[in-house]
């Protein structure tokens, strides 16, 4: 329960993902639409262009559940002295 409500559940990055996801789909489209065989009839219309076009429609999945792992904090020597003072024992 420590989690921040303010905080926006999608970053800059899943938005650039989903982005690029349209793009693609955009791309996919194109190609199918631009086979020079009659009625798209060709490989690009049969096969690259539904390639492209199921995995545009896979990426907006990837940028939903994209999270940005979280960064190590690494503490300085100096810090773990000021938290924890050596105790020297004398024998």
């Known amino acids: ?4 409500k303010d905080q926006m559940p999608f970053t800059r990055e899943n938005y650039l993902i989903m982005l690029a996801g349209i793009a693609l789909l955009i ?3 194109i190609v199918m639409s631009s086979d020079k065989e009659e009625f798209g ?8 262009g539904p390639v492209i076009v199921f995995i545009a429609f896979l990426v907006p999945f ?15 020597e100096e810090e773990i002295r000021q938290e924890k003072p050596v105790s020297k024992k004398r024998r």
């Open 1 to 4: 329960m420590g989690e921040k």
């Open 27 to 29: 791309i996919g489209y």
């Open 41 to 48: 009839f060709g490989f690009m219309g049969l096969t690259l």
């Open 62 to 76: 990837v940028a939903i559940f994209y999270k940005k792992k979280a960064q190590k904090s690494v503490q300085s």
